[in-house]
Each structure stands twice: as C-alpha cells, then as structure tokens.
C-alpha cells in the first residue's frame, strides 16, 4: 500500500478532503475521514473557522488571518493544518481562474 505524502504550504490553497466530515462541537469540532476512518478532534473554535473557510480564500495563510488568528498564533495553527494535511484531511486545492489570476499578480507562482 503506497502512502502519499502532501507538503502543507501556508501560502498554497487547501480544502477539506470530499471524504472528510465536520461535526462543530461545543468544544471545536470533530473530523472524520470516511475513506481512511481516521478521527480528528479540533479543540478551537478558531481553527473549526479556519477549516471552514479553506475554500473561501485563496490560501491557508488568508484564511487564517480571516479567522482571526495573528502572526504569533500563526506557528501553532501551521502545524495543526499540517497534521490535518498529513492526515489528509484536507488536501491541496486547484485555484480558480480568478484565484489564479490574484496570484500570478501577487507574485506567486
């Protein structure tokens, strides 16, 4: 059984895996993976916002800051969406056109 490994990269676009489930709990949320069965508790209300508006924004960074989350949080919630990536969890998006276009302006290749 081969393993795919994904690079999680702050200033790419990601989005929950199709096979992945939120369930918003009074603490943060429940993940679950229903093609690996992998079970993920977020315990912040912040990252649940985070993950939530993954699609929104054309990358995790952005929607980061969206959520509230400052520059000295902004380690933590990297490695949390790491291990979500590894997990997959969620896993890289294509930008739409018009993501693209911000983009290639920004300077991001």
């Not at 977020?42 to 959520?67: F, G, M, N, Q, W």
């Not at 949390?80 to 997990?87: D, K, Q, R």
Request: aromatic share 8%.
């Amino acid at each position: 059984m081969s393993q795919v490994t994904t690079t999680f990269d702050l200033d790419r676009p990601w989005r929950l895996d199709d096979r992945a489930a939120i369930r918003p709990e009074p603490f943060g949320a429940m993940l679950y993976h229903f093609g690996t069965r992998n079970l993920s508790f977020l315990k912040s209300p912040k990252l649940l916002s985070v993950l939530e508006s993954l699609t929104d924004y054309p990358t995790a960074r952005a929607a980061c800051a969206a959520a509230g989350v400052n520059e000295s949080e902004l380690p933590t919630y990297g490695r949390a969406l790491t291990t979500l990536a590894s997990s997959t969890m969620i896993i890289p998006a294509v930008p739409s056109a018009s993501r693209r276009t911000a983009l290639v302006t920004a300077g991001v290749p």
